[in-house]
């Protein structure tokens, strides 16, 4: 690894790469990070257009949508934590980071105001929707799919669907859904399966996803929708400071997961018999139980190279874990898309290969162990309550900037005789 980056370089660094609910700082090294990282200042480009912060009008939807999923109470005196001992469901918990960052102590915002909080996140929720910039739909899909009939064929599944039906019968009814057509509402719908059997129904609504996978093309796009990071599910490594931390870590390559996949995610069974043999290699098929949890956060803490090959679908938890063990992620796949990229440059702190050159024989291996140490260093955390930079904040920011899009699309339809005419 390299030297240590002086302190201010430190923050500027930490405080660019904030992730979900959470903080993430990472990087290769101080030699080889450009300029404008290491000067990075914290007014991002967006809020240079605007001095105030988002407003945000959220949904007062009965418990049953959201906190209710985790035998919490709705009190409005505080927010509940994230249950202990949820494995997997956390991955895909975005929704429930993004109604915490709104929950607190909400204020009135009168109309015009330029002026927010001079710390805190860059988004304030509002108690008048006439008020506000966008509108948040805080019921948590994805705990949904999780928690009722997640093998899809469980007589459960039908209080998921239910959900979704009344839901929509709720924006339905909402003068500001009608308004704009649901353009200026947001989605959360991060599990590929969340909102499997009315999403089509939002397609005009701003979506929070994974990536695009099992997303129709014409209800989820990358201009109108925010790709959000997976939350960690492997505990954060905070006291990782050996005097020689590559030379301490004895393994080249680490993967811990599920080798069967569809999809893409076939390349990981190709994988796993091109692993075979070496030494400095663990490529090990397992489940995301307790333990396997706690076995996966013991290997990446011990590798320098984690492997985040396509699943399911293109993106996974996996390379937020690596992350977060300071691992250097080896991202495997032809299609993926990830959050925040047009304030994060991932080949700054990762290494992409395509399907093609990952299963070249030898030709991955050959490149990591040629790979120079001193390029080699990176970090990732977690917080609550959100915080100013972090991703949460992130999140709301990208929402901002798709408000040009949404208020053209809802301008020209309030005018237009023939929409699309164009098409």
Same mark, same amino acid.
């Given at each position: 690894?390299?030297?240590?980056?002086?302190?201010?370089?430190?923050?500027?660094?930490?405080?660019?790469?904030?992730?979900?609910?959470?903080?993430?700082?990472?990087?290769?090294?101080?030699?080889?990070?450009?300029?404008?990282?290491?000067?990075?200042?914290?007014?991002?480009?967006?809020?240079?257009?605007?001095?105030?912060?988002?407003?945000?009008?959220?949904?007062?939807?009965?418990?049953?949508?959201?906190?209710?999923?985790?035998?919490?109470?709705?009190?409005?005196?505080?927010?509940?934590?994230?249950?202990?001992?949820?494995?997997?469901?956390?991955?895909?918990?975005?929704?429930?980071?993004?109604?915490?960052?709104?929950?607190?102590?909400?204020?009135?915002?009168?109309?015009?105001?330029?002026?927010?909080?001079?710390?805190?996140?860059?988004?304030?929720?509002?108690?008048?929707?006439?008020?506000?910039?966008?509108?948040?739909?805080?019921?948590?899909?994805?705990?949904?799919?999780?928690?009722?009939?997640?093998?899809?064929?469980?007589?459960?599944?039908?209080?998921?669907?239910?959900?979704?039906?009344?839901?929509?019968?709720?924006?339905?009814?909402?003068?500001?859904?009608?308004?704009?057509?649901?353009?200026?509402?947001?989605?959360? %719908?991060?599990?590929?399966?969340?909102?499997?059997?009315?999403?089509?129904?939002?397609?005009?609504?701003?979506?929070?996803?994974?990536?695009?996978?099992?997303?129709?093309?014409?209800?989820?796009?990358?201009?109108?929708?925010?790709?959000?990071?997976?939350?960690?599910?492997?505990?954060?490594?905070?006291?990782?400071?050996?005097?020689?931390?590559?030379?301490?870590?004895?393994?080249?390559?680490?993967?811990?997961?599920?080798?069967?996949?569809?999809?893409?995610?076939?390349?990981?069974?190709?994988?796993?018999? %091109? %692993?075979?043999?070496?030494?400095?290699?663990?490529?090990?098929?397992?489940?995301?139980?307790?333990?396997?949890?706690?076995?996966?956060?013991?290997? %990446?803490?011990?590798?320098?190279?984690?492997?985040?090959?396509?699943?399911?679908?293109?993106?996974?938890?996996?390379?937020?874990?690596?992350?977060?063990?300071?691992?250097?992620?080896?991202?495997?796949?032809?299609?993926?898309? +990830?959050?925040?990229?047009?304030?994060?440059?991932?080949?700054?702190?990762? +290494?992409?290969?395509?399907?093609?050159?990952?299963?070249?024989?030898?030709?991955?291996?050959?490149?990591?162990?040629?790979?120079?140490?001193?390029?080699?260093?990176?970090?990732?955390?977690?917080?609550?309550?959100?915080?100013?930079?972090?991703?949460?904040?992130?999140?709301?920011?990208?929402?901002?900037?798709?408000?040009?899009?949404?208020?053209?699309?809802?301008?020209?339809?309030?005018?237009?005789?023939?929409?699309?005419?164009?098409?």
């Amino acid at each position: 690894m390299a030297a240590k980056l002086s302190v201010a370089a430190t923050v500027a660094v930490s405080f660019l790469l904030l992730l979900i609910p959470a903080s993430l700082f990472f990087f290769f090294s101080s030699s080889s990070l450009p300029a404008r990282l290491l000067s990075f200042s914290p007014c991002l480009s967006v809020a240079s257009a605007s001095d105030r912060p988002l407003k945000v009008y959220m949904y007062d939807l009965p418990s049953r949508f959201n906190l209710a999923m985790l035998s919490a109470s709705d009190s409005h005196l505080s927010f509940p934590p994230w249950p202990d001992g949820s494995g997997v469901k956390r991955q895909h918990s975005v929704e429930y980071w993004m109604m915490a960052s709104l929950f607190p102590q909400p204020r009135e915002i009168s109309r015009g105001d330029k002026t927010g909080a001079d710390d805190g996140i860059r988004v304030v929720r509002v108690l008048n929707g006439d008020d506000a910039d966008v509108f948040f739909v805080p019921f948590f899909s994805s705990l949904s799919f999780n928690v009722h009939g997640h093998n899809m064929t469980d007589p459960d599944t039908e209080i998921d669907r239910q959900l979704q039906v009344d839901l929509l019968e709720i924006l339905g009814n909402s003068k500001f859904y009608q308004r704009s057509a649901g353009r200026d509402h947001v989605v959360p %719908m991060h599990h590929p399966n969340a909102f499997r059997f009315y999403r089509d129904l939002l397609n005009s609504s701003m979506l929070v996803v994974s990536d695009f996978a099992r997303l129709p093309m014409d209800v989820s796009y990358l201009r109108k929708d925010i790709v959000a990071p997976y939350v960690h599910v492997v505990d954060s490594f905070l006291d990782d400071d050996p005097s020689d931390p590559y030379g301490s870590r004895p393994t080249l390559l680490f993967f811990r997961g599920r080798t069967v996949r569809k999809a893409e995610g076939i390349v990981r069974a190709k994988l796993a018999k %091109m %692993m075979k043999g070496f030494d400095d290699v663990h490529f090990e098929d397992s489940f995301a139980t307790g333990e396997g949890i706690k076995a996966s956060t013991e290997g %990446m803490r011990k590798s320098k190279f984690c492997l985040s090959p396509a699943g399911d679908t293109p993106s996974s938890c996996r390379l937020f874990d690596a992350i977060i063990s300071h691992c250097v992620p080896i991202i495997i796949s032809d299609r993926i898309e +990830l959050p925040f990229e047009d304030e994060i440059d991932y080949t700054e702190f990762s +290494l992409f290969f395509s399907v093609k050159e990952a299963l070249t024989p030898s030709y991955l291996l050959g490149q990591l162990r040629n790979f120079p140490r001193e390029r080699w260093l990176h970090h990732f955390e977690f917080n609550y309550p959100a915080q100013k930079g972090d991703a949460v904040d992130l999140i709301w920011q990208q929402v901002r900037r798709k408000l040009p899009d949404v208020n053209l699309s809802m301008h020209r339809s309030r005018r237009l005789k023939i929409p699309d005419w164009w098409r």
